[in-house]
């Protein structure tokens, strides 16, 4: 694998490429991925989350507390306040 990406390196070199011509590749393929992680429900997700994106089980955990804490706040701030009639 080493030498293929040594090799392709130099011939990308040799065709003046530079890193931005890569980068609707790299999107296309991170959101593939992505995509297939989400469509495969909670476990895909965590898989994903875990060796791709490298989090660990307290970085998810913690993500989800504060995704909760943004929606009850909004939830809050969305709420008429009901002031009684006297």
């Known amino acids: 694998m080493k030498f293929v990406v040594?090799?392709?390196m130099t011939e990308?070199?040799?065709q003046d490429?530079?890193?931005e011509d890569l980068d609707d590749l790299v999107t296309d393929i991170a959101?593939?991925?992505a995509s297939n992680a989400n469509n495969g429900g909670?476990?895909?997700q965590m898989d994903f989350l875990i060796q791709?994106?490298?989090k660990s089980e307290e970085d998810i955990l913690?993500?989800?507390e504060e995704q909760r804490e943004i929606l009850e706040d909004a939830e809050n701030w969305l709420n008429p306040i009901v002031i009684p009639r006297i």
């Open 6 to 8: 040594n090799s392709l």
């Open 12 to 14: 990308l070199k040799l």
């Open 17 to 19: 490429l530079n890193p």
């Open 31 to 33: 959101m593939e991925l």
């Open 42 to 44: 909670i476990s895909g």
């Open 52 to 54: 791709v994106g490298g």
């Open 62 to 64: 913690k993500y989800v």
